[in-house]
């Protein structure tokens, strides 16, 4: 469960987080949407401090904020994240890049020496069960598609056994039917494993699709917080200034199309 | 460089006729003054000629029996050059993540350990083999400890630089897992840099090949001992199957080292 009060990120004078509230409970897939810029990612990585908060409380799994590099590795381990580029190494295999997920509990110099304890490997193939790349295990991870890399990745955050999967644009490179493969696994785990998923999108197709709860950020504050049926066109055109909720709310294609003609 | 770009391409304008014409001219003066200061001289070559024919003539044919004399020295080249680029991989591996911009962990040592790498580079391995003779000793070890420093400086400029140019992405990645550092430099940096460190390390075996092959000159091992000897006792037969086998030995080396590194290096 992730528990976020007054959250603030400033960058010299530009404030990317205004004073954000969010709550994502156990087992829940929680979409942001916003415009570029409207600070998803920078919430996102406020959560496992890839980025310090300015001011604000985040809990994250009960655990208090880290007052040093052992505490802040600590909490990371308990914290999946899913990148736009899913950030696996390219020249290690797919199940070396799942047990990646596992290395923080591991023994250091043995996981150094690639001597990898059975339990993790268990741990590492179940997690690639899960995203039905079993069979791909021993296969170089720059072998594989797009696609199948992106599910590398997922697998390699459930090889963590999270309590929280934060997801930043985990879609944005990938083909609609891809795309709706990988949303499918992250709901899964969020429903099956009852992981509290916080998942950013630009596509509000998706979010309507797949979300239990929708949270719009405009300009670093929330301006919506309901589920994907109460997100009607006055809460698009408040998440989307200036865009016409008609569009926003049609399918990407069709979106492209309009684009191209405007 | 930006000041001089306007000399590589757009209209031919007075001005840009000036400069060419200038930069002609200075070179021109730099030029001659310099085949001043070294005696160039293509009267001095033509009158030296019939002497290197001579030379030459004497050379020929090489002495095949003397090749016998040279498998040690050439084993003890090959060993040289072996353990020269041993001992800077060893040198170079700790100190090239202090030299990386991007891992090093304070941007003063960064610059600390890169001046430390063109110091040991810029200096000659001859230069630092006379240093080592005078300190160990004639011998080839004095030429093992010359390679190895000058290559650690060579080897860990190379190292770092690959260090660089590596994808942060799955960096950052380990890190969001809670992975330790030191974990996340065997599982998400040596997996990029490795194909171009050994690639490095081989073109380094090359080069302190070739560099092996002279040590012998100043008395640090090696064939180059042979070829100055059979010189300084005017057996030039021997001398011209010195430079055979040294020619012979080098591209072998060269020949091995580039057909292995461009299959390491194939994606």
Known sequence: ?262 | MNRFRFLLGGAWTFRRRLTWLGLFFASAVVLVWSARGIGLSFSELLRGLPWIWDLVSRMLPPNWAFSERLVKPVIETVQIALWGTLLSVLLALPLCFLGARNLSPSLALFHVIRQVFNALRGINEIIFALIFVAAVGLGPFAGVLALSIHGGGMLGKFFAEAVEEIDAGPVEALRATGTRPSLVVVFAVLPQVIPSWIASTLYRFEVNLRAATILGMIGAGGIGFELVSSLKLFQYQDTATCVLVILIMVMTADYLSSRLRARILAP
């Open chain 1, 1 to 262: 469960m992730i528990e976020i009060r007054g959250l603030t990120k400033t960058y010299g004078d530009i404030a990317a987080l205004r004073g954000i509230d969010l709550r994502v409970s156990v087992g829940e897939l929680c979409v942001v949407l916003g415009p570029s810029g409207a600070g998803k990612s920078t919430l996102l990585r406020c959560v496992n401090r890839l980025t310090e908060p300015t001011s604000g409380e985040i809990l994250v799994a009960g655990q208090s904020p880290p007052r040093n590099r052992a505490e802040l590795r600590e909490l990371r381990r308990h914290i999946g994240m899913i990148f736009q580029d899913h950030n696996i190494v390219p020249r290690l295999s797919v199940l070396k890049n799942v047990l990646t997920g596992r290395l923080a509990t591991m023994p250091p110099i043995a996981a150094a020496l690639q001597v990898f304890p059975r339990a993790d490997i268990d741990i590492a193939l179940f997690a690639l069960r899960r995203v039905d790349l079993a069979e791909r295990a021993n296969d170089r991870a720059d072998r594989l598609s797009g696609g199948q890399q992106q599910r590398v990745g997922i697998a390699r955050a459930l090889a963590q056994r999270p309590q929280v999967i934060l997801a930043d644009e985990p879609v944005a490179s990938l083909d609609p039917k891809t795309a709706r493969v990988v949303l499918d696994d992250l709901r899964r785990a969020a429903h099956e494993l009852g992981i509290a998923v916080l998942c950013n999108l630009h596509q509000v197709e998706y979010a309507l699709e797949f979300a239990d709860r929708i949270v719009g950020i405009c300009d670093g504050r929330v301006v919506f917080e309901g589920t994907p049926a109460q997100l009607d066109e006055a809460a698009l055109s408040r998440i989307y200034p200036g865009l016409d909720a008609e569009i926003a709310r049609a399918p990407a294609s069709a979106r492209r199309a309009q684009e191209r003609v405007i």
